[in-house]
């Protein structure tokens, strides 16, 4: 399971709930909120939003190309109100199966206040109840749900027993826990315009009727074009080459650096690593024998669960910088990996994408018809190197070699990860 992907469910046909967004404090209250959040969603490259106003304020993000809609009502916002309203804002850990959909569970948690970054998701029974051990084994919570059999000091509810009812029991929706649109909503803008022009469009009624019949004269035309086209199908369209669009390892690297030796590493805590990927810069401390009003002093939006911290910051990655230069076989990519290994004394572990299955026997291919991809994707992952980032790309770079993650324990041991395309 990814974290904070995009997943849906309904109690009705009328509404839906969304899990899955990217929570992210907000500093400066209410009267930034709007502004901080446009500017965070520009550099997350996501468009739909809703806000948590509490002792600390939250925007939660996502994108409507990953299947969030603007009107969708975020399951975690209407989870953690109840909590608020019964308990105070307090330490939760929540799993409640999702309704309608058998099998999955939500999982939501919340610690002073704050959803916690990976504090919203929708996974398997297991990938759930694992999350909630691993957060139950570093901290102190408030209050938990689960169910009794998962071996938790807790209460078992359903996603309904937090939402608010009526005196006859009805369910009671808010608004302001649907998503809305980050940026300028035009239909909204030009309401007022549009009655005006509806009575003028009244007049024009005669022009309308002469513009609706040369319209089915033009859509005549289109049809008989269909059909002839029908009789000679055009061949499927070829696939975009995915390392086009990303950046160029060493971009991907010096951005990374550059962001790592410009962050707050030492707190007052015990800096434990910190990760560079998906446009994200992630950070973790470990509390030790040190106070939390020292990491607050000087980080004050960290996150703290239990005697673990975190604190994560956009970085504006580089635009795509590869070509359609001819990419190595599967085994050259191999061997270079192998030799530049064993003469650097890297660890470099790399895994071949597994070829789609075929299709069933009669089944129809749904939407337009695709070429099939004219390459392969090689995962590659070297762990635990002293030697830099730098150097590293600098020696495994190619053809077709991506950088996708860059970590780095306490130890300063870079953990590097990325895709090397190839040829099939």
């Not at 071949?352 to 995962?379: C, N, R, S, V, Y």
Request: glycine content about 8%; proline content about 8%.
């Amino acid at each position: 399971m990814s974290k904070n992907t995009v997943q849906t469910f309904s109690l009705d046909k009328k509404r839906e709930f969304v899990s899955g967004l990217f929570w992210q404090p907000i500093p400066g209250g209410k009267d930034t909120a709007k502004a901080k959040t446009i500017e965070v969603a520009k550099q997350l490259r996501m468009d739909v939003f809703v806000h948590r106003f509490g002792k600390i304020v939250q925007t939660g993000l996502a994108s409507t190309k990953d299947g969030a809609k603007k009107g969708q009502y975020s399951a975690a916002a209407a989870i953690t109100k109840s909590l608020e309203m019964e308990h105070g804002e307090i330490n939760a850990l929540i799993a409640v199966p999702v309704p309608g959909r058998s099998g999955l569970w939500l999982y939501v948690a919340q610690r002073d206040g704050a959803l916690l970054p990976d504090g919203d998701q929708i996974g398997s029974e297991d990938e759930i109840r694992s999350l909630m051990l691993a957060a139950n084994s570093v901290g102190e919570w408030d209050v938990i749900v689960a169910p009794d059999h998962w071996g938790f000091t807790s209460s078992e509810k359903r996603f309904e027993d937090f939402l608010p009812k009526n005196k006859l029991g009805v369910i009671k929706y808010h608004k302001w826990w649907a998503l809305s649109s980050v940026f300028f909503d035009v239909q909204a803008t030009l309401r007022p315009v549009i009655v005006p022009l509806l009575v003028g469009a009244v007049a024009l009624a005669g022009w309308y009727g002469w513009n609706t019949w040369k319209a089915k004269q033009l859509r005549a035309r289109q049809e008989a074009l269909q059909r002839a086209n029908a009789r000679f199908p055009q061949a499927a369209p070829r696939p975009v080459h995915p390392w086009i669009a990303q950046p160029k390892a060493a971009d991907f690297v010096a951005t990374c650096m550059g962001a790592i030796e410009q962050a707050p590493l030492w707190t007052g805590w015990d800096f434990k690593g910190v990760t560079c990927e998906n446009g994200m810069l992630n950070l973790t401390w470990d509390k030790g024998r040190h106070w939390t009003e020292h990491l607050k002093a000087t980080l004050p939006d960290a996150l703290v669960t239990g005697t673990t911290a975190s604190y994560s910051v956009p970085i504006k990655m580089p635009p795509g910088g590869g070509n359609d230069a001819p990419l190595p076989s599967a085994n050259e990519a191999q061997s270079h990996f192998t030799e530049q290994g064993e003469r650097y004394g890297l660890k470099v572990d790399v895994a071949q994408e597994a070829p789609p299955p075929p299709p069933l026997p009669g089944a129809k291919p749904a939407g337009t018809p695709q070429a099939p991809p004219d390459w392969k994707e090689i995962t590659w992952t070297v762990k635990d190197s002293l030697l830099p980032p730098e150097t590293l790309v600098a020696v495994l770079d190619g053809k077709g070699f991506r950088v996708t993650s860059i970590s780095a324990n306490n130890q300063m041991q870079w953990t590097l990860k990325g895709t090397q395309y190839a040829k099939p």
